[in-house]
């Protein structure tokens, strides 16, 4: 199984740039989630969406959009790149509606805005 | 205040040795989850233990086992026998609201992490 995918696995941005992080996962999850990790503050919840066509902010969601049209995936878009929008983003996916099921993550993909 | 606290930035064991990585956590929720990750330096994100608030037995998975004290809210990970490939960053984090609706209350929170290294 492929589990989470997610496309670049590194880009580099100018500021004022817009970009497509992309997401999918072929576990027919319900949940998916968008996480940012800087250094010293751990993942922070960016978007998430608890089925097709439903999506809500989580903790650090400005500059941000996202949208999910099928199961399977769930890109996010940067409007208009700042440099504080370097991080390592994660996208996730959890098969449960709130239980004791752990989510799967992504590899990751490191952006730098310059 | 911070829902899932690790106060030790960084930690160093002796391979072979049993190390303890604390978390503390702050709900309101009486239904609620606590899992382990672990990230080596590759960047991944895997999953290691989940501890239920209602389990009554702290939760194990190998080497790895999780002393859940409910009362003082705190869930340290215990690694035993270290070996090198223990070497990573280690996040805590919560899921509040298993038994509602509500979307929001049912991701994972996480803590700032602790980078353990296992020295030979």
């Known amino acids: 199984n492929a589990g989470v995918t997610q496309t670049p696995k590194f880009q580099v941005l100018k500021t004022g740039q817009s970009m497509t992080l992309q997401c999918a996962q072929d576990?027919?999850?319900?949940?998916m989630s968008w996480y940012r990790q800087d250094p010293g503050m751990g993942l922070r919840l960016i978007h998430y969406s608890v089925g097709a066509g439903i999506t809500d902010q989580g903790e650090v969601p400005n500059g941000y959009n996202v949208s999910r049209s099928t199961t399977e995936d769930f890109p996010l878009r940067l409007l208009s790149a700042a440099p504080s929008q370097t991080s390592v983003y994660f996208c996730?996916?959890?098969?449960?509606?709130?239980?004791?099921?752990?989510?799967?993550f992504g590899q990751g993909t490191r952006l730098t805005v310059v | 205040a911070q829902k899932i606290t690790q106060t030790q930035p960084g930690m160093f064991v002796q391979e072979k040795e049993a190390v303890t990585l604390d978390c503390t956590y702050d709900?309101?929720?009486?239904?609620?989850?606590l899992f382990w990750y672990k990230q080596p330096s590759s960047g991944e994100m895997i999953f290691l233990i989940y501890q239920g608030s209602y389990d009554e037995q702290n939760a194990t998975e190998g080497r790895y086992s999780l002393n859940f004290q409910k009362a003082r809210k705190s869930a340290n990970l215990v690694i035993s026998a270290s070996q090198l490939g223990d070497s990573a960053m280690y996040f805590c984090a919560m899921r509040e609201g298993l038994t509602t609706s509500s979307g929001s209350a049912r991701q994972l929170t996480f803590g700032s992490g602790t980078q353990l290294t296992v020295l030979p």
């Open positions: 576990m027919n999850h319900e949940y």
């Open positions: 996730a996916s959890s098969p449960d509606r709130g239980g004791g099921t752990e989510a799967f």
């Open positions: 709900t309101s929720d009486q239904s609620y989850g």
